[in-house]
């Protein structure tokens, strides 16, 4: 299984064995409860249901409620469906958790950036503002001209105006994990993650530590038979 869910819980640093301080995202991925398996032959493809976190009782309706029931759970804050390979089986009630990784992997993190409300455009779309000298009072931070007046009497669609800014979703990839804390199931990755803390992340195996580093024996050996 190459996908699953966690919540980002903050940032902070390492140091390495020679001192070097190195910036990382702290991500608890689970446990993660396997809700309910969609099968090729009754739902049309091949995924798993999971949960992560809990809520308190009274937010979780009657129908949310008898489905988590058929797995031992009684509440639960996110539920999300993840894709599946072919050699993966799994059934409702069983548990996942951040064994799967290993530091040295790549992974790409989905999440929900920050929602910053509406904005002006000096901070939306980095704009420089109109001069500070010549009589200019009051446009400093205005955003100037967005089109001319007699023709095409209309604003473009597309034009670089003020509005609200964050709250999308944003993908990052190729962050490299540093540790694996399985004990308290939370794993580090070099750099920062979308999203504010407490917030669901999706993080997608890209390319697992194994096959990113080939040993130099196999390398060499194909270099003799070319």
């Known amino acids: 299984m190459r996908e699953f869910i966690g919540k980002k819980i903050g940032m902070t640093r390492i140091f390495?064995?020679?001192?070097?301080?190195?910036?990382?995202?702290?991500?608890?991925?689970?446990?993660?409860?396997?809700?309910?398996?969609?099968?090729?032959?009754?739902?049309?493809?091949?995924?798993?249901?999971?949960?992560?976190?809990?809520?308190?009782k009274s937010l979780i309706n009657k129908p949310l409620a008898g489905h988590l029931k058929k797995?031992?759970?009684?509440?639960?804050?996110?539920l999300r469906e993840l894709k599946l390979e072919e050699s993966d089986n799994f059934e409702a009630g069983q548990t996942l958790d951040v064994t799967v990784l290993h530091p040295g992997d790549q992974v790409k993190i989905t999440g929900v950036s920050k929602g910053l409300g509406f904005q002006g455009t000096v901070r939306r779309h980095h704009f420089a503002g109109g001069p500070k000298t010549h009589g200019q009072?009051?446009?400093?931070?205005?955003?100037?001209?967005?089109?001319?007046?007699?023709?095409?009497?209309?604003?473009?669609?597309?034009?670089?105006?003020a509005g609200r800014m964050g709250g999308d979703t944003?993908?990052?990839?190729?962050?490299?994990?540093?540790?694996?804390?399985?004990?308290?199931?939370?794993?580090?990755?070099?750099?920062?993650?979308?999203?504010?803390p407490n917030g669901l992340v999706k993080i997608v195996i890209a390319k697992p530590a194994?096959?990113?580093?080939?040993?130099v024996s196999s390398a060499v050996e194909k270099k003799a038979e070319k």
């Not at 070097?20 to 249901?49: F, L, M, N």
């Not at 009051?138 to 009497?153: M, T, V």
């Not at 993908?171 to 004990?183: F, H, K, P, Q, Y």
Request: charged share 25%; with cysteine.
């Open 210 to 215: 194994a096959a990113r580093f080939k040993p």
């Open 71 to 78: 797995s031992g759970l009684e509440s639960t804050r996110w």
């Open 170 to 196: 944003v993908s990052v990839r190729n962050l490299t994990i540093v540790e694996v804390d399985a004990a308290h199931n939370a794993f580090l990755i070099k750099g920062a993650v979308p999203g504010k």
């Open 137 to 161: 009072s009051d446009r400093h931070r205005a955003p100037g001209s967005i089109g001319a007046s007699s023709f095409p009497s209309r604003t473009f669609r597309g034009q670089r105006m």
């Open 16 to 56: 390495a064995e020679d001192g070097t301080s190195i910036p990382v995202t702290v991500i608890e991925a689970g446990p993660c409860r396997v809700t309910q398996v969609k099968t090729a032959e009754k739902d049309g493809y091949r995924a798993v249901q999971v949960a992560l976190g809990s809520r308190r």
